[in-house]
């Protein structure tokens, strides 16, 4: 499916947050960081000033790259994944940051998807 250069750019800064958010996840450091609590602060809309605070140098690197438009953008999806699915969907049961992984990774495929005629 092509892709027009803005959606190229924006796809590979989620690539970039779902590999930073992984490896602060994997660190074991963020493990109070629950489903709930991300879907809270998905829902609130203030999830990426959350990560900012919580997992600090982690992600700053991977948030740098997301523009208010992406950011907010995104708020948008992750809300409308929040309210539309459980968790277990994405086959995530506990951490929040292994969620927004597995939703960025959902966006992702969607984009690369080719709906047949």
Not at 9 to 13: D, P, S
Not at 36 to 41: E, L
Not at 76 to 85: D, G, I, L, N, R
Not at 89 to 102: E, K, T
């Given at each position: ?5 803005a959606e190229q ?5 989620w ?6 958010l ?10 109070h960081?629950?489903t ?6 998905i829902?609130?809309g ?9 997992l600090?140098?982690?992600?700053a ?6 523009t208010d438009?992406?950011?907010?953008l ?14 277990s ?14 939703y960025l990774?959902y966006?992702?495929?969607n984009?690369?998807v080719?709906?047949?005629l």
């Open positions: 499916m092509y892709q027009t250069r750019q924006e796809t590979l800064c690539a970039v947050l779902a590999t930073h992984n490896g602060a996840a994997d660190s074991r450091k963020y493990e960081i629950d709930d609590v991300i879907v809270r602060h829902e609130s203030d999830v990426f000033d959350f990560l900012r605070t919580e600090g140098q982690d992600v690197y991977a948030l740098g790259k997301l438009v992406h950011r907010h995104l708020v948008k999806h992750w809300q409308t994944m929040a309210h539309a699915y459980e968790t969907q994405f086959h995530v049961q506990r951490s929040g940051l292994a969620l927004l992984v597995a990774l966006l992702i495929q984009r690369h080719e709906i047949p």
